[in-house]
């Protein structure tokens, strides 16, 4: 079994969501002995973003690393992604993993009666940090995009391990960060 491993997260040592990936990474290794990790931070080793040149493969270094990055994704049975909640979206960075990885004909297609996903069969776990409390409001663009994105490629089985309203107050960064990691156990639990 393959798990990819994303950060997106530029706070280093000081952000929450690297902090609950590698903690739900550190338990799929422990619950699942033959599990092969693969990592990538996308904050020290970013994906460059789409631009002409790269959509056109005029580049051959360029679509060289586009191929690597969508087979890494399509190999994965299980992708762990840390998406802080930065401008109530996701950042720029997961935004241009995204962009290589939702590419026609190879995760999604267009048919007769609609849009339909290839990627099926994997799992998508999020770790997400946001400062204020979003979710289930109008200003919440992370969750409902992110389960929108993988829907379309396929993936139904997506879950969020959440730690909301850091940025209130020391004891709420405390305790939100406590219940996510509380919450970790879950995605384990369908794996069986």
């Known amino acids: 079994m393959k798990l990819l491993h994303l950060d997106s997260s530029a706070l280093g040592a000081n952000s929450a969501t690297r902090e609950l990936s590698a903690a739900i990474v550190a338990r799929w290794q422990a619950d699942i002995a033959d599990l092969s990790v693969e990592y990538r931070d996308l904050d020290s080793n970013p994906v460059p973003h789409l631009t002409g040149a790269s959509l056109a493969a005029t580049d051959p270094e360029a679509a060289t690393e586009s191929g690597q990055v969508l087979q890494q994704f399509l190999d994965a049975d299980i992708v762990v992604v840390g ?83 850091l ?22 639990a369908k794996a069986a």
């Not at 770790?127 to 969750?143: K, M, T, Y």
């Not at 107050?169 to 970790?184: G, M, Y």
């Open 83 to 165: 998406a802080p909640m930065y401008n109530f979206s996701i950042p720029s960075t997961l935004k241009a993993w995204i962009d290589r990885i939702a590419v026609a004909g190879k995760t999604f297609r267009y048919t007769a009666k609609g849009p339909e996903g290839l990627a099926t069969g994997k799992r998508v776990i999020v770790a997400s940090a946001r400062g204020g409390l979003h979710s289930g409001a109008p200003s919440d663009f992370q969750e409902p995009y992110l389960r929108f994105l993988f829907g379309f490629m396929g993936i139904t089985d997506v879950e969020f391990i959440r730690a909301e309203g």
């Open 167 to 188: 940025g209130l107050s020391p004891q709420h960064r405390s305790e939100a960060l406590a219940a996510a990691h509380a919450a970790i156990g879950a995605p384990l």
